[in-house]
């Protein structure tokens, strides 16, 4: 049984930083490509950053220059750092996975989910 586990989250002052992890658990993690997703109240789930198993990374506009996502693959984790948090990137932030591929770019391609993590900026 795969799990992803969520950490990280937390409430932030406009222009502060947070980093995200996501520790994965019951298969081998190189097999994965990884991606982190958000979903704000009332607004669906959207593409926040994808990491391929070979390490290219893919941002949403949104989020490009401000955050960065990196994996240590002996550790089984995926980092999200978050920079120059803005009010609108409140949301509850997902892990997702998905095994032998190369990036998960949409909701409905993810094999597996984590159960979020809350992020609030406030302004």
């Known amino acids: 049984q795969v799990q992803l586990v969520e950490s990280g989250g937390g409430l932030v002052q406009a222009g502060g930083s947070l980093r995200l992890s996501c520790t994965v658990s019951?298969?081998?993690?190189?097999?994965?490509?990884m991606a982190w997703f958000r979903q704000a109240p009332g607004k669906e789930r959207e593409f926040v950053a994808a990491?391929?198993?070979?390490?290219?990374?893919y941002y949403a506009d949104s989020v490009k220059g401000r955050f960065t996502i990196s994996r240590d693959n002996a550790k089984t984790t995926m980092y999200l750092q978050m920079n120059s948090l803005k009010p609108e990137d409140t949301a509850v932030y997902y892990c997702?996975?998905?095994?032998?591929?190369?990036?998960?770019?949409?909701?409905?391609?993810?094999?597996?989910w984590g159960k979020g993590t809350l992020v609030t900026v406030s302004s």
């Open positions: 997702a996975a998905k095994e032998w591929s190369d990036y998960v770019l949409s909701p409905s391609d993810v094999d597996y």
């Open positions: 019951g298969r081998t993690f190189s097999s994965y490509a």
């Open positions: 990491m391929s198993r070979s390490g290219n990374t």
